[in-house]
């Protein structure tokens, strides 16, 4: 314990570093006594309480470290009493109070950072005696007023950080003054007005953030003069006016973000040859200007924003100079032409949206030489057919190609794009069916067909999008009744299958029910469990009643007849009965009332007190109400049995035969479950086999998935960074023991979010096996798609050779899950590409950033643990299987002692948790 440290001991001590010792307890204040001490480092540990009024007697001291800690209160007035200190670090820790009038007199500082505190109250005036302060952190703290004039006495100033914070005002005309400013970061506060003409003196200046203020009018026309910016991100605030023309004159610029202005007229003139640019956002604006004419070649750009502005012109780029762009947006504009070939040449490129524009013409088939996850092109005026060959984008997630001219039959090839979570092809001129394979598209959560002249009735394949929240067929010519496969579309949230020609029973799901009646409305002759239909008629009901009358007298006369033959039956059969009765062993009868029984339903389970019957009435035959979620092929209901214990029931969907949808799945969880037992591995009590009634009966998992908990922002905060590493190391020993304790080894194969749950303490328990497969030396293991988009593994895209690095992947997409709070989306392609992506901007943002912001930020071991976690993460996302390790290395790794960190957390980059040193693990 840090208190129980005797300081006393050694009265003459010159240098005392303890850092990274995970020291509890308070600064004790006879630390006073220690008058020689020169330095002073307590930080990354667990230290608490309040600094003592005693540590202004340290009068000699000229290096102090007490970041990364628990200290709390007030800083002491007494710290006016360093007068010889040059460097005061006591950054992240919990100190409140304002900063005091006092810190003006330590005018020996060069380096000072209070920042991710709770400090209030405004900057003190005083700090302008700070005269030789070469860097200033007040970012992160709560910190009200304006920026005080004095900050332009600080002429030796490198770095100002005052981001994140509370302060209002304008910034001030002094600030010309600081000609050797380089780095200028006030984001996120409430600064107002317009910027000073003096932030044009500031020449040195390469990085400037200015973005989520309310600043407004235009960009003072000296700020030209800042030719060696490097970064300029002024996004979000009320800007208007044109941009400087010379910001990128000298060819520096790499970062620039002015969206969410009121910006209008030309770009500046000097970013047609400004190629150092990686990533540009000039969206939701109101400039101008003629593309083609405009903008030059970027070879190193790998993010471009232009939507929601004023530019016209056509697509006449030479796009094979763009050979690192991986995102492309320039919808809502008034762009015309036709889509050029060509930009098949911009390889990179994985997002591409043209939407709202003026764009004519086919859509070229060269575009399926890109690796696109997204393709929008809606609302422009294209005709013509959508080429097959769209089939080969195989990553494709979102297609939108609404409302356009297009024509012709929508391709089957689309269901080639088996990742598919958005498709949108409404509002043209297609005609014959709806082409079954759509329904290959097992990911599909949004299918919109609406407003085309489609026939023929609807596929019963596309019941097996069982991952569909929202549908629309309306304004169609489709006939026919809907398929009762749409019995299983539970997700279903949305519907619209108005004016067409469909009729017959509507499907007992929810979205159906519920559905209001212009989601249903001019069709031929709808029925169903719906407040607006009505009830669908029975065929004795629905009798002419003429013909009910001739048939009771027909009943009349048979019923008397029938009944003599029944009696004389009886009669007969009770003779033949009682005289075989005697012959008949009652050993034999009972066998073959339990064979009987068995036949009824197949149960297994290591426990006697579980039955059938209690698993049916417990759920009320599988009632909606009992409902607590869904599996990958299944629909999960929660049961508390009789006996006092409570299971996860899930039971598999139904085919219109009556027929389990998916035995294989069914089987193969059984098969995996059966034989392993791991603490992170959700446990399968027993199962039951029959046509009727298919389940699997687990444990239950109190808390759910892991999704659903990080998608809920007070569930989420309740999972605080020192859960969150132990979720990680669950999951990471799960898939060890999977790998490497089974033989043959298990993959898993659909490792997400979604599959992992946690109980009442936050453990994690590995769920959905259905998926899984054992990897059996003497067989091949080439298999077919399988997992969930955004998890899987890339080489599944060009081959189908299952390891259990697919699963190493799949984890380290789910652990940067966890603590970013949301799926990763783009940074996994960025981390896990050796590629032009690795430039993005984004890539230097810092880890702080980037990480769960509904968290406080990590600290002492727990920081250590977030950053080591992050590059096991960073490791397991590699292009190259061969390269990730193992998932026993990563456990391994997950359970040793954290390693010190050799900068402060919240100067961490992306790229720093990608090196491998300290893990031993490449990434």
């Not at 520096?252 to 040859?273: D, E, H, Q, T, Y």
């Not at 043209?354 to 996850?373: A, D, H, M, R």
């Not at 059966?674 to 808390?703: A, D, Q």
Request: charged letters at 20%; proline letters at 4%.
């Amino acid at each position: 314990m840090f208190e129980n440290f005797t300081f006393t001991s050694f009265p003459n001590l010159v240098h005392l570093n303890l850092s990274n010792n995970s020291f509890h307890g308070n600064i004790p204040s006879y630390i006073g006594n220690l008058s020689n001490l020169n330095v002073l480092d307590l930080s990354v540990n667990n230290i608490s309480g309040s600094i003592p009024d005693e540590f202004g007697l340290l009068k000699s001291l000229t290096y102090v470290d007490l970041s990364n800690n628990y200290l709390n209160g007030s800083l002491p007035n007494s710290i006016g009493s360093l007068a010889q200190l040059p460097v005061l670090y006591i950054h992240m820790n919990q100190l409140s109070g304002s900063i005091p009038v006092e810190i003006g007199l330590m005018k020996s500082l060069t380096d000072l950072d209070l920042s991710v505190n709770v400090l209030t109250g405004k900057i003190p005036n005083s700090i302008g005696n700070l005269t030789k302060l070469e860097t200033l952190y007040f970012n992160d703290n709560l910190l009200s007023g304006s920026i005080p004039t004095e900050i332009g006495m600080l002429k030796s100033l490198a770095v100002i950080a005052l981001s994140r914070n509370n302060l209002t005002g304008s910034i001030p005309s002094s600030i010309g003054n600081l000609t050797t400013l380089v780095s200028l970061y006030l984001s996120d506060n409430q600064i107002s007005n317009s910027l000073p003409p003096e932030i044009g003196m500031l020449t040195e200046l390469t990085s400037l953030f200015l973005e989520n203020n309310q600043f407004s009018g235009p960009l003072p026309v000296e700020m030209n003069n800042l030719t060696v910016l490097e970064v300029f991100v002024i996004y979000s605030n009320r800007f208007t006016g044109e941009l400087p023309g010379d910001i990128c004159v000298r060819g520096l610029l790499k970062g620039l973000a002015i969206n969410g202005n009121g910006f209008s007229g030309p770009v500046p003139r000097s970013l047609r040859n400004c190629s150092s640019l990686i990533r540009v956002r000039l969206e939701n604006n109101q400039l101008t200007g003629n593309i083609s004419e405009d903008f030059g070649a970027y070879p190193q750009l790998s993010y471009l924003d232009m939507s929601g502005n004023k530019f016209y012109g056509e697509l006449s780029w030479k796009w094979e100079d763009f050979s690192s762009l991986a995102t492309l947006k320039m919808s809502k504009n008034m762009i015309s032409g036709e889509i050029p070939a060509e930009l098949g040449n911009a390889s990179q490129l994985h997002l591409l949206d043209l939407s709202s524009n003026q764009l004519t013409g086919n859509i070229p088939k060269e575009l399926v030489k890109l690796t696109l996850f997204q393709l929008s092109i809606g609302e422009n005026k294209l005709s013509g057919s959508i080429p097959a060959e769209i089939g080969m984008l195989s990553e494709l997630a979102t297609l939108n190609m609404a409302e356009n001219n297009l024509t012709g039959a929508i391709p089957a090839q689309l269901g080639d794009c088996l990742k598919l979570l958005f498709l949108n092809v409404s509002h043209n001129n297609f005609t014959e069916s709806i082409p079954s394979e759509i329904g290959n598209s097992r990911s599909l959560e949004s299918l919109d067909l609406s407003y085309n002249s489609l026939t023929g009735k609807i596929p019963n394949q596309l019941g097996g999008l069982l991952r569909l929240e929202t549908l629309n067929l309306s304004h169609n010519l489709l006939s026919g009744s809907i398929p009762t496969s749409f019995s299983t579309l539970s997700g279903l949230t949305a519907v619209d299958i108005s004016y067409n020609e469909l009729q017959g029973q509507i499907p007992d799901i929810k979205a159906f029910r519920e559905a209001p009646f212009e989601a249903l409305e001019n069709n031929t002759n709808l029925c169903g469990k719906n407040s607006r239909l009505r009830a669908c008629a029975t065929p004795e009901i629905d009798k002419h009643p003429r013909e009910q009358e001739s048939k009771i007298k027909y009943y009349f006369v048979l019923f008397p007849i029938l009944g003599a033959v029944l009696l004389i039956t009886f009669l007969v059969g009770g003779l033949i009965f009682l005289r075989r009765r005697n012959v008949k062993d009652k050993t034999t009868s009972s066998e073959e009332g339990e064979t009987s029984n068995r036949n009824v339903y197949a149960i297994w389970s290591h426990r006697k007190d579980i039955k059938y019957e209690d698993i049916v009435e417990a759920t009320n035959g599988f009632e909606s109400k009992y409902c607590i979620g869904e599996g990958g092929y299944g629909i999960v209901y929660k049961a508390v049995l009789p006996t006092g214990g409570v299971f996860a029931v899930k039971k598999l969907r139904q085919s219109q035969n009556e027929g389990v949808t998916d035995s294989k799945a069914f089987t193969n969880e059984i098969n995996v479950l059966m034989n392993i037992r791991h603490r992170n591995i959700v446990k399968l009590h027993g199962f039951c086999s029959h046509p009727k009634h298919s389940f699997l009966l687990y444990e239950l998992i109190e808390r759910g998935s892991l999704r659903h908990i990080l998608s809920d922002d007070d569930r989420a905060m309740e999972l605080d960074w020192f859960k969150r590493l132990n979720v990680i190391k669950g999951i990471a020993n799960a898939l060890a023991y999977m790998h490497h304790d089974c033989f043959p080894p298990i993959i898993h194969r659909d490792i997400s979010s979604n599959n992992v749950l946690l109980d009442s303490e936050f453990e994690a328990h590995v769920s959905d096996f259905g998926t899984a497969r054992l990897l059996l030396p003497d067989s091949s293991n080439w298999t077919s798609f399988a997992g969930t988009f955004g998890y899987t593994a890339p080489e599944l895209a060009y081959t189908m050779m299952v390891n259990e690095k697919c699963d190493v992947f799949s984890f380290g997409v789910v652990t940067l899950e966890i603590l970013m709070g949301r799926h990763p989306g783009d940074l996994v392609s960025s981390l896990s590409s050796s590629s032009s992506l690795l430039m993005s901007l984004d890539q230097h943002k810092l880890l702080k950033d980037v990480i769960d912001q509904c968290l406080e930020i990590p600290k002492g071991k727990v920081a250590e643990g977030v950053v080591q976690v992050t590059k096991l993460a960073t490791a397991c996302l590699s292009e190259n299987p061969q390269s990730r390790p193992t998932m026993r290395q990563v456990s391994s790794h997950l359970a040793a002692k954290w390693q010190p960190l050799t900068k402060l957390f919240s100067a961490i980059k992306l790229t720093d948790v990608c090196a491998s040193g300290e893990t031993h693990i490449n990434c």
